[in-house]
């Protein structure tokens, strides 16, 4: 699977985004700062997410972002997908045209099926698990720490 930097930065935009719902529209500037990824590279990908409507833009003072869809509606396969990510794990990009020197024109590799069968698994994975599942995680991780930094600091009843 090529999910490269792009891929994993959208989705952990996406999550920042969702964390913040509900208090008003998210500066790219505030998900740039807290998730230290360019400025530049988010206004790219929030293009894209945008145009497939997995966010809306706020115009004006007070501007910024909020999930155009709520976040149990948006998967992660979409948030990949929208940001042109490619889920393939096979040579030929599902072509079919996979073969090399040693193959005869036109055969597949003998393990096209194999990789094409884990991009369906894949794709199928990715399309199980919603926004709201990894925003549950991260707010489930963030009680877990600050229950542990209160034991720690002995403030536990």
């Not at 997995?54 to 972002?65: A, C, K, Q, T």
């Not at 990009?93 to 194999?114: F, I, S, V, W, Y």
């Not at 549950?136 to 600091?153: A, I, P």
Request: charged share 25%; aromatic share 4%.
């Amino acid at each position: 699977m090529r999910l490269t930097t792009k891929g994993r930065f959208a989705v952990t935009a996406m999550i920042d985004l969702a964390l913040r719902q509900g208090q008003g529209p998210v500066t790219l500037a505030g998900i740039s700062a807290r998730q230290e990824i360019s400025l530049s590279y988010l206004e790219q990908l929030f293009g894209k997410l945008r145009r497939h409507e997995i966010v809306e833009s706020v115009r004006g003072p007070g501007g910024g972002y909020n999930l155009a869809r709520r976040a149990e509606e948006v998967t992660v396969a979409d948030i990949i997908i929208a940001v042109d990510e490619p889920i393939d794990a096979t040579q030929c990009g599902g072509k079919e045209n996979c073969h090399g020197p040693e193959h005869q024109h036109g055969a597949r590799c003998m393990t096209h099926d194999l990789w094409a069968t884990l991009n369906t698994k894949m794709v199928d994975y990715l399309d199980s698990v919603s926004l709201k599942d990894l925003v549950d995680q991260q707010r489930l991780k963030n009680t877990e720490q600050s229950v542990v930094v209160v034991h720690r600091n002995h403030l536990v009843a």
